[in-house]
Structures are given as C-alpha cells and as structure tokens.
C-alpha cells in the first residue's frame, strides 16, 4: 500500500490526502503571515488576511480527515519522510557499486591493510572485528601475555 496518496483517518477509513501546496502558494502564505506579524500591532487583520485566503482554496466545512481540524490548511504541506540511517562500523564504508568495504589500520605495517568487498554491512563489519582480535593477539604475544 502506498502511504503517500492514502492515509488512515481516527476511523481507520482509508482517505485520500489533499492534493499539495505549489511551491509559489506556500511562499504566498509565508509572506502573507510575516508581514501580518510584522505590521500587526493588534489591530485590523482583515487587510494581510486576503492574501492567504487567494492563495488558499477554501477549506470544506467539514473537519479535516486527517488530523480532524476544521479549516485545517496544514495537511495539504508535503510531509517529511523519515530518512533511515544505516548504522555506521568502524572500518566499514559504502562504495558506489552497493557493495561495503573493509579495512583495518595495522601498526606493524603503518599502512591501512585491505580486508575485502562484502555485499552487506554486518559482514564486513565481522571481517573487521576478526582482524581486529588478530592484531591484539599479535601484540600480546609481543609482550608475552598470552
């Protein structure tokens, strides 16, 4: 199902959404209300009020049905959606093919040393955390404490 055009109302009715502002009548409304705040000293507001009401189609009599306002002009506003984040490894990175890279700093050699391509995240992310057990067993046995 598509969430972008249907939306559920209290109800639970699936309801089609208003159709969205233009981008020249959103920037009429946000001018309109500015200079009603900037010039409103509590007096008329009739004057700045035929402004939005221009840029605006009437609101139905009814309330709205999505967020159930009557006169409700702020659900016609493109709503944001939100973005997911994949979750970040240490030593793991995103190439532009798809595919995630792994690569590990060696202090032996002084230089990053390549792990590989992987096709998801976790596993490169595990070919990490091996090398990275790898490196501090190298070193204790250095020190001889292992």
Known sequence: MD?????????????????YLTRDQEHSIMVSTLRQVI?????????????????????????????SVTGCYG?????HEEIKKEKKH????????????AEIWDPSMR?????GTFPT??????????????LVGKRSARRGTN
Request: with cysteine.
């Open 75 to 79: 659900c016609a506003f493109p709503r």
């Open 121 to 134: 995240a976790e596993m490169a992310a595990h070919a990490y955390d091996e090398a990275a057990a790898e």
């Open 90 to 101: 240490k030593g793991v990175r995103k190439k532009p093919s798809g595919k995630w890279s």
């Open 3 to 19: 969430y972008s055009e249907n939306v559920q109302n209290e109800n639970f009715t699936l309801v089609s959404q208003p159709p």
């Open 39 to 67: 010039s409103n000293t509590g007096g008329d507001t009739s004057s700045s009020h035929w402004i939005a009401s221009e840029a605006l189609p009437p609101p139905d009599a009814g309330p709205c049905p999505l967020c």
């Open 111 to 115: 230089a990053r040393r390549w792990l």
